[in-house]
């Protein structure tokens, strides 16, 4: 069974950083994505790493955000710099199995920059 448990997060400044983390058990090197979802609005993508570490960003965080890989600790990062008010969002991370239900993490609150 796959598992996705989230880590990180904290205070920030505005323009500070904050780095996620999302360690996976039960699957080997799966393509990991990370979406958001801030109140009164439908949850988005914000990145995502496939098997072969290529990345994909939405245009919002290109060139603020950085998602990168561990595979020996199975888990995925979301470094985020230069946080903005409109990055105030619960953090999900995401797993989309090529059969079966969408494996999420539990959720990491990025509270507004104060």
């Known amino acids: 069974q796959v598992q996705l448990v989230q880590s990180g997060g904290g205070l920030v400044q505005a323009g500070g950083s904050l780095r996620l983390s999302c360690a996976a058990t039960g699957i080997n090197f799966p393509p990991i994505g990370w979406y958001r979802q801030a109140p009164g609005k439908q949850r988005e993508f914000v990145a995502r790493i496939n098997p072969s570490a290529s990345t994909d960003y939405a245009d919002s965080v290109k060139d603020r955000f950085t998602i990168s890989r561990d595979d020996a600790k199975r888990t995925v990062y979301l470094q985020m710099n230069s946080l903005k008010p409109d990055d105030t969002a619960g953090h999900y991370c995401?797993?989309?199995?090529?059969?079966?239900?969408?494996?999420w993490g539990q959720g990491t609150q990025v509270p507004r920059p104060s």
């Open positions: 995401n797993y989309n199995p090529p059969v079966g239900v969408p494996n």
